[in-house]
């Protein structure tokens, strides 16, 4: 259970990663000056169309542009009859010929075209040769991405796609929200109104009680340059039994608007400095591979309590922009 900070009327309550459901990230006033205390806180036919179509050949890189009528018409033969996404290789037929995606096959006790039965497992070789020589659209086409892809391209680029939806930047998996990045903001002050957003390119990051047990998140928000960051430091176990702190900027914008800024993160006191200095994250990366490859302010509890006061660690959080 978290308790309440002793730093006074603006700290916040800790918030702890297990459940309760919602991550607690409590309010805390706007402060006069650019320092804040933050608390610890996922019926198709098989028969190709008569109508020719220009296609890559196998292997073909991906491109981007208009896509043909004819194209279309040939990609929508491969469209799942339940999900609607596209039936790639390898690809399975039900006794009559006709076709559905592989996941959703897997839930299915018969065709959901022609109720017959999917046992057994029929390979259509033609059709997996014909999708071999296909460029197929991102599943995110809807929300803009103009990318066709090889079949065997497009499971990794959607996993990065800049169109795909945004899911709640808030570290732990309590909050399930996705949407536009356009509505992540709102999301937040909607869903999390109790997050501290400071104004300015120069703050302190006040976490209180960093003592206590267990894994442990702190959040606030930083707004400057006409963007705003996420500033989180968590701690965990990442080996066992050796806790350690992890501290990192994400920017509620794409990975390229990141490109365009930097930030330092500054532990200074008792006549030392320990300073970590890169390019903030897009939300769309999140922390957890950050965190996984070290790729952020890292320290343990021993570095942690040179610099604190009474549990409190305050953190200099610098953005700048980046020259072209």
Known sequence: MSRPSSTGPSANKPCSKQPPPQPQHAPSPAAPSVAATISAAGPGSSAVPAAAAVISGPGGSGGAGPVSPQHHE??????????FDYVLPPILQCQAGHLVCN???????????CRGALTPS???LAMEKVASAVLFPCKYATTGCSLTLHHTEKPEHEDICEYRPYSCPCPGASCKWQGSLEAVMSHLMHAHKSITTLQGEDIVFLATDINLPGAVDWVMMQSCFGHHFMLVLEKQEK????????????????RKQAENFAYRLELNGNRRRLTWEATP?????????????SDCL???TAIAHLFADNGNLGINVTISTCCP
């Open 74 to 83: 040939l990609t929508s033969v491969f469209e799942c009859p339940v999900c």
């Open 103 to 113: 996941q959703c096959r897997q839930k299915l006790s018969c065709c959901p075209t």
């Open 122 to 124: 029929i390979r259509n």
């Open 239 to 254: 080996y066992e039994g050796h806790q350690q702190f992890f501290a990192i900027v994400l920017l509620i914008g794409t």
């Open 298 to 300: 890292v320290f343990d």
């Open 281 to 293: 994250r897009s939300i769309h990366d999140g922390v957890a591979a950050a965190i996984m490859n």
